[in-house]
C-alpha cells in the first residue's frame, strides 16, 4: 500500500493533505524519515507521524454530519475548542477526517471519511461534484449581480471566484440557493461581499447526490451504498443515470 493511502486510513487525512505531510519530513517509516512520493508500505513496517505511531483501521467509514454553526472541521487547533468531528459518537472517530471544508460560520452538510481515495475524489474540482448552499441575505439579491457571479469575480487571487447556477426561494426574498463545483475557502462570503451583500447565514444542503433533508443540526448517519456509488461516479442526483466508476466497501460502520 502506498504510504499516503495508508495515512488517510489511520485518519491522518486526504491523500494530498499526507502528500503534504510527507513532502515537510513528519512522516517517519522504520525510523527513516520519507520525504519522497510513491514509498510503499507493509503491515510490518512502523509508520510515525510528528513521533507517533500509526495505525490502520481495517473498517471504512463513510458518514454525513449536519455541522452546527460556530464548530470547526480541524481535527486539532490549539485555538479552538469545539470540533465537528466530535459529535460523530463512534469507536473509531479518531481515524475520521473531513472530506472538504466548511468554515466556522457556516453549518450544514459535511462529510467525514478514512477513505483517501474517496476523498480525492469527492473534493477534486476535474470531478465536478457540485456543492448547494443556501444563502441568507441581508437583502434581496438582484439578478445583474448573479450574472456577474455566473461570469466570475476576480477578487484576491488570480483565478475568478464564480458559481455554477443558483435558484430563488419561493416567498423568501432575501434567500437564495447556490451551487458551487470549485468550493475554495469562504468563497461564497468573498463573492456575495464583493458584490454588496453581507451574508447572515449559510447552509450547506447537498455534496453531489448527498442531501442533507432532514438530518438535525449536530447528527450525523452512514452514507447508503448507492450514496456513496453515485459520488465516486460523479452523480449529482441519485437519480441520474450514469455508469459507476468505481466500487467500493461500504463497512459503514456506526451512526446515529
Excluded: W
Excluded at 493511502?5 to 503534504?20: I, S
Excluded at 426574498?173 to 468563497?187: A, C, M, P, Q, S
Amino acid at each position: 500500500m502506498r504510504l499516503q493511502a495508508f495515512m488517510a486510513k489511520c485518519g491522518v487525512g486526504g491523500r494530498r493533505y499526507c502528500e503534504e505531510l510527507i513532502a515537510q519530513g513528519r512522516v517517519k517509516v522504520n525510523n527513516r524519515t520519507v520525504r519522497e512520493m510513491g514509498v510503499k508500505v507493509t503491515p510490518d513496517d512502523i509508520v510515525q507521524l510528528d513521533g507517533e505511531t500509526l495505525e490502520a483501521s481495517e473498517k471504512i467509514y463513510y458518514i454525513a454530519l449536519n455541522k452546527p454553526r460556530g464548530y470547526v472541521c480541524t481535527n486539532y487547533d490549539p485555538k479552538e475548542t469545539l470540533y465537528a468531528r466530535d459529535l460523530i459518537a463512534i469507536r473509531d472517530q479518531r481515524l475520521l477526517f473531513n472530506v472538504g471544508r466548511l468554515d466556522k460560520e457556516s453549518n450544514g452538510l459535511i462529510l467525514f471519511s478514512n477513505d483517501g481515495d474517496f476523498a480525492n475524489r469527492v473534493t477534486h474540482p476535474r470531478n465536478g461534484i457540485e456543492k448547494e448552499y443556501l444563502v441568507h441575505l441581508d437583502r434581496k439579491c438582484e439578478i445583474e449581480d448573479l450574472k456577474k457571479a455566473l461570469k466570475g469575480v476576480y477578487i484576491d487571487i488570480p483565478q475568478p471566484y464564480r458559481i455554477k447556477s443558483y435558484s430563488f426561494v419561493p416567498r423568501r426574498k432575501d434567500y437564495i440557493k447556490v451551487v458551487l463545483t470549485e468550493g475554495r475557502n469562504r468563497e461564497i462570503r468573498k463573492i456575495f461581499s464583493y458584490l454588496g451583500y453581507e451574508v447572515k447565514g449559510l447552509t450547506r444542503i447537498r455534496i453531489g447526490c448527498i442531501e442533507l433533508g432532514n438530518l438535525q443540526s449536530g447528527d450525523f448517519r452512514n452514507l447508503s451504498r448507492r450514496e456513496i456509488e453515485g459520488l465516486l461516479a460523479g452523480r449529482n442526483s441519485l437519480n441520474e443515470s450514469r455508469p459507476v466508476r468505481k466500487r467500493v466497501k461500504t463497512g459503514t460502520g456506526e451512526g446515529k
